[in-house]
């Protein structure tokens, strides 16, 4: 039975067997050409695939006899395919005189190349003639960890975290290796393994050598730690009276505890911090301001090679205009304050992790500071581990959506890997939906949410659906006609779940606290920007967030060109229509339905589409696991029953607004 515990790494034994023969021939012997500690990782992880895929064990030998198939690894940085020259951590896998021969521009390269040509066996690829190159467009690709000391995981629906902090340095969960490999095998080359919302704990001493036996277990992976950092922890544990970013004292802290840092982690990776956000301290405390306080750290790491990444998530308590604009209001006139090696982290869109947003405007609006795109992979609004939400097409609608920001074509992925405004660094970040549960994400299908971080992470071009078949033939089956289907069915997943729970552009409107299941009628709460109403606006005549100039004017923070595709309700995508419109009920929309006809068509319709995918499910039944189909059968069943109850929900509590029949043919029978 297959517990989900490997992941895409399966590797099982190839049952075709003149495919078999044909890859048993070219994997006769591996040469790898050096010993440090990656290229041991690469020939070992090739060995182990190849050992499993082919049922054959691989020698890695120094040189190989003429005839033996062999699987060259090398390090080469003007190594090319067809004269283009690999970027930094590429990878080139090419057929020269019968033989494989995989280079990396650096060790890393090699073990993703690695990586590569097993996913090449995997997905039933041939070996001849292979002319493979690839580099990653983004060089820090991280997952972000909200693991607490205690083991529990802030919105991690997996249990508890992985990091076992009472069992560490002495003992090592054989565990961490397995999640370096799977890492490592999409190109994640850095975590951060504490929470934002961080405990001052981990600066300690004791904390430190913690830190750094898991960084041991990274390193041979190619994958460095980061902390999150408790602003005020130069009081909290440091006996100082400030934590004032200016202070002499608070300097010579911080520079005193990465020093110790790097003297148990020589690569570590840097901070992350959360700041002056949703009660967290801050710089503001002491009357500086966010780039203050992000130089600041960068002092401290001086030469030692690490960054800063300072979270642009703030908004303030009882704001009383629009929490959508508030982060723009706060960073964008930083622009150009920031240090080298100092990134602003900015999430995908303007709010919170909605299961749709429009992108976040300060994307092209600090074009002097390399921006880190925050994408949550623990899907916090999107329904938990209960719910198959495939999160690649929300990621995808992100990276591609155009800023203007240096004219057409400069698109948030542009943005983001540096290319539009010529930066050096580029960074990306994903909130992991891992924890202890065996098959590590809760929700099995969440693996692939994953999967498809870190490989957009690698390269922002792919599509969702490639991504979504690549890690169905991985994970699930090779069996083309259930490929198809699978891949159907997480593609349209996330528009689906959308359209039963927050269709037409309304946020916010989920569950408070806990921010599951539905509570439009939320009215109050510690603060206003936490309630429902504050975001719907329902009323009797319409719904819907005005941000025209009538409005918040928040349409105002994005390029004329955004502006245009938005500013006008007729126009307006329904998708985002009551993110910046305020529409009558009875308002007629592009879909030539009125605006009361639409919502109910689509919280019927979407809700409907979740029979569909539980159909999809059950047609793929014969090649799929029998475990895995019925795991994820029955959470099909539940994520049906929580779609009326979004559906019912929604649907009778906006009634009370419009004050209209539910039209047919959805009208429950009278
Ligand atoms: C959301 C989430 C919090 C989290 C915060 C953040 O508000 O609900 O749990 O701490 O985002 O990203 O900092």
Not at 83 to 89: A, C, E, F, T, V
Not at 99 to 127: D, K, P
Request: proline residues 6%.
């Amino acid at each position: 039975a297959d517990d989900g515990y490997r992941l895409w790494l399966k590797y099982d034994l190839i049952p075709d067997a003149g495919l078999r023969k044909d890859y048993q021939k070219a994997a006769g012997v591996i040469v790898s050409k050096g010993s440090t500690p990656i290229l041991k990782t690469a020939a070992g992880e090739l060995q182990q695939g190849l050992q499993g895929l082919l049922g054959q064990s691989v020698p890695v030998v120094s040189a190989s006899k003429k005839g033996q198939g062999t699987i060259t690894l090398a390090v080469d940085a003007t190594a090319n395919v067809s004269g283009q020259p690999l970027g930094k951590d590429g990878y080139s896998i090419s057929t020269r005189s019968g033989n494989i021969v995989v280079t990396g521009q650096s060790e890393s390269g090699v073990l993703y190349g690695a990586f590569a040509l097993l996913r090449q066996m995997q997905t039933r690829q041939s070996l001849k003639d292979l002319a493979l190159t690839s580099s990653p467009r983004i060089q820090y690709r991280l997952l972000n960890h909200w693991d607490n000391p205690n083991g529990t995981v802030e919105r991690g629906y997996a249990g508890s975290s992985i990091w076992k902090w009472y069992e560490l340095p002495e003992r090592l969960d054989p565990r961490y290796q397995d999640y370096a490999r799977a890492n490592a095998s999409i190109g994640i080359n850095g975590v951060v393994i504490n929470n934002v919302n961080a405990s001052a704990r981990y600066l300690t001493p004791e904390y430190i050598e913690k830190v750094a036996a898991l960084a041991g277990v990274m390193r041979p992976y190619g994958i460095r730690v980061y902390m999150s950092v408790l602003w005020a922890a130069p009081k909290v544990i440091g006996g100082l009276s400030t934590s004032d970013p200016l202070d002499p004292k608070v300097k010579q802290w911080w520079t005193d505890r990465t020093n110790e840092i790097y003297k148990a982690i020589p690569d570590f990776g840097g901070f992350l911090v959360k700041a002056n956000s949703e009660g967290e301290p801050g710089p503001q405390d002491y009357g500086r301001d966010h780039a203050d306080g992000a130089n600041m750290l960068a002092d401290a790491l001086g030469q030692h090679d690490g960054l800063v990444m300072w979270r642009a998530f703030v908004y303030k308590a009882n704001s009383n205009g629009d929490r959508f604009k508030e982060a723009y209001q706060e960073f964008k006139p930083l622009d150009g304050r920031f240090k080298p090696k100092t990134l602003v982290q900015v999430k995908n869109g303007p709010i919170d992790f909605q299961s749709r947003e429009p992108f976040h405007p300060l994307f092209g609006a600090m074009p002097r500071t390399p921006l880190v795109l925050e994408v949550q992979i623990t899907q916090e609004y999107l329904g938990f581990a209960t719910h198959l939400v495939y999160l690649a097409p929300m990621f995808k609608e992100t990276l591609d959506a155009d800023t203007y920001a240096n004219g057409q074509g400069s698109t948030v992925a542009k943005v983001v890997d540096g290319s539009v405004d010529k930066h050096a660094i580029s960074g990306i970040a994903g909130v992991a939906n891992i924890g202890s549960d065996r098959n590590w994400t809760g929700h099995p299908m969440g693996q692939a949410n994953w999967y498809a971080f870190g490989r957009l992470a690698w390269d922002h071009t792919l599509s969702a659906q490639a991504i979504a078949e690549e890690w169905t033939r991985l994970t699930l089956t090779t069996e083309p006609r259930a490929v198809r289907t699978i891949a159907d069915v997480l593609v349209r997943s996330r528009d689906i779940y959308v359209r039963y729970t927050t269709p037409l552009g309304l946020h916010h409107i989920m569950g408070q606290s806990i921010h599951y299941g539905p509570e439009p009628w939320l009215a109050s709460s510690a603060r206003p920007d936490w309630t429902a109403v504050y975001y719907h606006k329902a009323d009797a005549a319409g719904l819907g967030f005005d941000r025209t100039e009538k409005g918040s004017n928040a349409l105002s923070l994005y390029r004329p060109e955004v502006q245009r595709q938005w500013q006008d309700p007729k126009t307006c995508p329904p998708d985002y229509l009551l993110w910046f419109h305020h529409v009558g009920w009875n308002q007629q929309l592009s879909t030539g339905r009125t605006l009361w006809n639409e919502l109910c068509t689509r919280y019927y319709t979407g809700a409907d589409s979740v029979t569909w995918m539980q159909q999809q499910w059950a047609a793929v039944q014969p090649q799929i696991d029998p475990e895995l189909h019925a795991d994820i059968t029955g959470r099909l069943q539940t994520q049906r029953k929580e779609a009326l109850w979004w559906r019912d929900a929604c649907v009778l509590y906006f009634q009370t607004h419009a004050r209209q029949p539910i039209p047919a043919p959805f009208a429950p029978p009278a």
